[in-house]
């Protein structure tokens, strides 16, 4: 009788031999990362690892009258050289017509931000103000993107949904960003809960507009999909999968195209986790923790997540991306919540940015950064790990990674036959040392970079690492970015 380890062996390569037999996998000269395990055959004595992102200066706050204390529901988006930062203003705890408003700040670099004054429309008393949208029921949650279809008309350029609970999401349009108009009386999803910030794209990849929105499910909040061609009529909703680990309560789900790697959706949902406290009455009282919603009794982190589309979610790590940290009014209900969109703020930096401190006066939104590509590694020890991709093809002449090693470390790519045979020219030996800290290198072996006789056909790729990081790969034409 065979032990299960052999058992578990057996089970592994029939699981390989399977994926084999669907083909290569074609990433073209796609930039591919390593949040999920689409291009990972093999992990030896290496690993991956979650990077979190630094903490930087708080940006924003939610100073005026008609923003305040449970101001939210944050998306970033980047039109041009100018960066828009979109969220709901709520100075009183009641979700009604006359509290909640939608503003808008602006910046050029991502950390100085203004407030223009637009004059649209009137709030607590004054016209004076940054509301692009009042008096409707899309305020609670409105969600802008700017609208990618080619086939859009130019005066819908930006969309969003918006709304709550039934009758269902509303469907607004703009030609600038600033001045909203609602499609139609009739809401354009309606089975769903809506209760959150609800993400609407166009992709490209799909073809299709996609929304990612809140459900409850088994008593949990969890997240759901449907897709249109035309944004107003969607398809049947379908539930995310549990993706093998257990249901947690994702309040917001902030999965959007990422900026460098469209086809790779990745998300930044709050997971809330409801009667779990950590502050005690003496330090409630003290900090000035906020009586609504039991805020005292709760807390929240920030995970990473991704998908390719369809059904799937890749929880990677259930471990926290971004913490609570220090401060203790992030350690109560609703207090860490990331804006929907991540954004390239340098050529060696991205810039996201997360809500902190609901519901006190000192609320605020704080930017974090990370390099580009940054949120996983694949990670080899000072002792030596391998990393072995599944079969791919690929468009392009020369191999690109982002990577990062000690002085000590350094990396080398073997590119193999199907079979696992190295091919002439570009065996391990080949491979001259990849040693220091790149966001697009190319690699070379002794007969050079130029890889593009073997564009097209079935390769594997082998990564020997040692004190490195591997944040992505792509291929392209000499070397281009």
């Given at each position: 009788?065979?032990?299960?380890?052999?058992?578990?062996?057996?089970?592994?390569?029939?699981?390989?031999?399977?994926?084999?037999?669907?083909?290569?996998?074609?990433?073209?000269?796609?930039?591919?990362?390593?949040?999920?395990?689409?291009?990972?055959?093999?992990?030896?004595?290496?690993?991956?690892?979650?990077?979190?992102?630094?903490p930087r200066e708080v940006v924003l706050k939610f100073d005026q009258p008609w923003e305040g204390l449970y101001s939210g529901y944050e998306t970033i988006l980047r039109d041009?050289?100018?960066?828009?930062?979109?969220?709901?203003?709520?100075?009183?705890?009641?979700?009604?017509?006359?509290?909640?408003?939608?503003?808008?700040?602006?910046?050029?670099?991502?950390?100085?931000?203004?407030?223009?004054?637009?004059?649209?429309?009137?709030?607590?008393?004054?016209?004076?103000?940054?509301?692009?949208?009042?008096?409707?029921?899309?305020?609670?949650?409105?969600?802008?993107?700017?609208?990618?279809?080619?086939?859009?008309?130019?005066?819908?350029?930006?969309?969003?949904?918006?709304?709550?609970?039934?009758?269902?999401?509303?469907?607004?349009?703009?030609?600038?960003?600033?001045?909203?108009?609602?499609?139609?009386?009739?809401?354009?999803?309606?089975?769903?809960?809506?209760?959150?910030?609800?993400?609407?794209?166009?992709?490209?990849?799909?073809?299709?507009?996609?929304?990612?929105?809140?459900?409850?499910?088994?008593?949990?909040?969890?997240?759901?999909?449907?897709?249109?061609?035309?944004?107003?009529?969607?398809?049947?909703?379908?539930?995310?999968?549990?993706?093998?680990?257990?249901?947690?309560?994702?309040?917001?789900?902030?999965?959007?195209?990422?900026?460098?790697?469209?086809?790779?959706?990745?998300?930044?949902?709050?997971?809330?986790?409801?009667?779990?406290?950590?502050?005690?009455?003496?330090?409630?009282?003290?900090?000035?923790?906020?009586?609504?919603?039991?805020?005292?009794?709760?807390?929240?982190?920030?995970?990473?997540?991704?998908?390719?589309?369809?059904?799937?979610?890749?929880?990677?790590?259930?471990?926290?991306?971004?913490?609570?940290?220090?401060?203790?009014?992030?350690?109560?209900?609703?207090?860490?919540?990331?804006?929907?969109?991540?954004?390239?703020?340098?050529?060696?930096?991205?810039?996201?940015?997360?809500?902190?401190?609901?519901?006190?006066?000192?609320?605020?939104?704080?930017?974090?950064?990370?390099?580009?590509?940054?949120?996983?590694?694949?990670?080899?020890?000072?002792?030596?790990?391998?990393?072995?991709?599944?079969?791919?093809?690929?468009?392009?002449?020369?191999?690109?990674?982002?990577?990062?090693?000690?002085?000590?470390?350094?990396?080398?790519?073997?590119?193999?036959?199907?079979?696992?045979?190295?091919?002439?020219?570009?065996?391990?030996?080949?491979?001259?040392?990849?040693?220091?800290?790149?966001?697009?290198?190319?690699?070379?072996?002794?007969?050079?970079?130029?890889?593009?006789?073997?564009?097209?056909?079935?390769?594997?790729?082998?990564?020997?690492?040692?004190?490195?990081?591997?944040?992505?790969?792509?291929?392209?034409?000499?070397?281009?970015?």
């Amino acid at each position: 009788m065979l032990s299960p380890r052999p058992l578990v062996a057996v089970a592994a390569v029939l699981i390989a031999a399977v994926a084999e037999a669907a083909g290569p996998i074609e990433i073209g000269s796609r930039r591919e990362l390593f949040v999920d395990d689409h291009l990972i055959g093999r992990l030896d004595k290496a690993r991956l690892v979650l990077h979190a992102p630094q903490p930087r200066e708080v940006v924003l706050k939610f100073d005026q009258p008609w923003e305040g204390l449970y101001s939210g529901y944050e998306t970033i988006l980047r039109d041009g050289d100018v960066l828009r930062f979109y969220y709901r203003g709520m100075p009183e705890a009641r979700h009604t017509l006359d509290v909640e408003v939608t503003c808008v700040a602006e910046s050029r670099d991502g950390i100085h931000w203004t407030k223009p004054k637009l004059g649209l429309y009137e709030a607590r008393g004054t016209k004076e103000n940054n509301v692009v949208l009042a008096r409707s029921r899309g305020c609670h949650n409105l969600a802008p993107f700017i609208d990618t279809n080619p086939a859009a008309p130019r005066e819908q350029r930006y969309k969003a949904l918006g709304g709550t609970g039934k009758p269902g999401l509303l469907a607004f349009v703009s030609p600038d960003g600033l001045r909203w108009q609602q499609m139609q009386d009739q809401p354009v999803i309606t089975k769903g809960a809506f209760d959150s910030q609800n993400n609407a794209f166009w992709s490209e990849g799909e073809k299709r507009y996609v929304c990612y929105f809140r459900v409850f499910r088994q008593g949990k909040r969890w997240i759901a999909r449907t897709t249109s061609k035309d944004f107003v009529s969607w398809d049947e909703p379908v539930d995310l999968e549990l993706d093998g680990k257990p249901r947690q309560h994702l309040y917001t789900n902030q999965i959007h195209p990422y900026v460098r790697a469209p086809h790779i959706y990745l998300g930044l949902p709050t997971r809330f986790l409801p009667g779990r406290r950590v502050v005690t009455e003496d330090e409630a009282k003290r900090i000035g923790t906020p009586a609504q919603w039991n805020y005292a009794n709760d807390c929240t982190d920030i995970l990473l997540v991704s998908t390719r589309g369809g059904a799937e979610l890749n929880r990677t790590f259930l471990e926290a991306f971004i913490r609570p940290g220090l401060d203790l009014r992030n350690w109560t209900s609703r207090a860490n919540y990331a804006a929907q969109g991540i954004v390239q703020t340098g050529e060696s930096e991205l810039s996201l940015y997360v809500k902190h401190n609901a519901g006190y006066p000192t609320i605020h939104v704080r930017r974090y950064t990370m390099r580009p590509d940054g949120f996983v590694s694949v990670y080899g020890p000072y002792s030596g790990g391998e990393m072995v991709t599944k079969v791919l093809t690929f468009s392009g002449s020369r191999l690109l990674l982002n990577y990062s090693t000690s002085a000590a470390g350094g990396l080398q790519v073997e590119v193999q036959a199907p079979d696992g045979k190295p091919i002439p020219g570009f065996a391990l030996a080949d491979c001259p040392e990849v040693i220091g800290d790149r966001i697009d290198s190319s690699v070379t072996w002794r007969a050079g970079a130029d890889v593009g006789r073997l564009a097209g056909k079935p390769v594997r790729l082998r990564f020997v690492l040692r004190d490195a990081d591997l944040y992505s790969l792509r291929f392209s034409e000499d070397g281009a970015r």
